[in-house]
């Protein structure tokens, strides 16, 4: 089968599709053709078209950001493995979680205590100094603050499928 790359206006990758939708969202003009493909030709009774390896849709359309999903291991690659606290570079046995704000008050608090920017790879030494408090209480500083990473919708594409060369321009690997 043969597969389409759909960007959106602003050149950002979207989505991968089959031929047959490709050629109806030439059709139907919602899109332009960026790359042509291998010079394959689609005929119907009124049309003849090529079928195009990478499409640009003709207008922008709004995406909404997929988040990232936490999970301890996510926080550690996000983290480079890295004490946030002293800078030292740990195993993934050695490293453990912390909570910037501990999770006995998040759970009194009723906040989630497993988010993005609550949590952070700690070594035990820093773990253990800080203890049960908050960050400010320890009179402890970030080595590098915590955020939460947006899932590049590319990550997704390479995941999903296999990247056809004429694509490699528009997507970052
Ligand atoms: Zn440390």
Same mark, same amino acid.
């Given at each position: 089968?043969?597969?389409? *790359?759909?960007? &959106?206006?602003?050149?950002?990758?979207?989505?991968?599709?089959?031929?047959? !939708?490709?050629?109806?969202? *030439?059709?139907?003009?919602?899109?332009?053709?960026?790359?042509?493909? &291998?010079?394959? +030709?689609?005929?119907?009774?009124?049309?003849?078209?090529?079928?195009?390896?990478?499409?640009?849709? !003709?207008?922008?359309?709004?995406?909404?950001? !997929? $988040?990232?999903?936490?999970? !301890? $291991?996510?926080? *550690?690659?996000?983290? $480079?493995?890295?004490?946030?606290?002293?800078?030292?570079?740990?195993? %993934?046995? %050695?490293?453990? #979680?912390?909570?910037?704000?501990?999770?006995?008050?998040?759970?009194?608090?009723?906040?989630?205590? &497993?988010?993005?920017? &609550?949590? +952070?790879?700690? @070594?035990?030494? @820093?773990?253990?100094?800080?203890?049960?408090?908050? *960050? $400010?209480?320890?009179?402890?500083?970030?080595?590098?603050?915590?955020?939460?990473?947006?899932?590049?919708?590319?990550?997704?594409?390479?995941?999903?499928?296999?990247? +056809?060369?004429?694509?490699?321009?528009?997507? %970052? #690997?």
């Amino acid at each position: 089968m043969t597969r389409v *790359l759909v960007l &959106n206006a602003s050149y950002e990758p979207l989505h991968i599709v089959d031929y047959r !939708r490709a050629v109806s969202l *030439l059709v139907g003009n919602k899109v332009e053709i960026v790359e042509p493909g &291998n010079g394959r +030709v689609i005929a119907s009774a009124t049309h003849r078209i090529v079928v195009p390896s990478v499409i640009k849709l !003709r207008r922008y359309v709004n995406v909404p950001q !997929r $988040h990232a999903t936490w999970s !301890r $291991h996510s926080v *550690l690659v996000r983290d $480079h493995f890295t004490c946030q606290y002293c800078g030292t570079r740990l195993t %993934e046995r %050695e490293a453990t #979680i912390d909570h910037v704000v501990p999770q006995w008050k998040c759970k009194a608090t009723g906040q989630p205590a &497993n988010t993005w920017t &609550n949590t +952070v790879t700690a @070594c035990k030494r @820093c773990q253990t100094r800080k203890g049960g408090r908050a *960050l $400010h209480e320890a009179g402890m500083h970030f080595h590098d603050p915590a955020f939460e990473p947006r899932r590049p919708r590319t990550r997704y594409l390479v995941l999903s499928s296999d990247i +056809v060369p004429e694509w490699r321009r528009y997507i %970052e #690997i």
